[in-house]
């Protein structure tokens, strides 16, 4: 038996604030660094700014050292 696929994209899902409010939440909630670059690379590609320069900090670093200090990264919309 042949089980068939079809591709999934997250961007073609976050057609409004709330749902990319929704969506980062559960990333961060989920607290996997490289989930929530993930997360925030699809956020930037639908609001069409997926060509950032990258920073010279990863971002698995900083969550890290923010977990050490007892703190943690949320979203929250502006």
Same mark, same amino acid.
């Given at each position: 038996m042949t089980v068939e696929t079809t591709g999934w994209t997250a961007?073609?899902?976050?057609d409004s604030d709330a749902a990319i409010l929704a969506y980062l939440e559960?990333?961060?909630? =989920?607290? =996997?660094p490289p989930l929530i670059a993930a997360a925030l690379s699809d956020v930037a590609k639908v609001r069409g700014i997926a060509e950032q320069p990258k920073p010279d900090i990863a971002l698995d670093s900083?969550?890290?050292? !923010?977990?050490?200090?007892? !703190?943690? !990264?949320?979203a929250k919309a502006a």
């Open positions: 961007t073609e899902y976050l559960a990333a961060f909630e =989920d607290g =996997d900083v969550i890290r050292t !923010l977990k050490a200090l007892g !703190l943690e !990264l949320t």
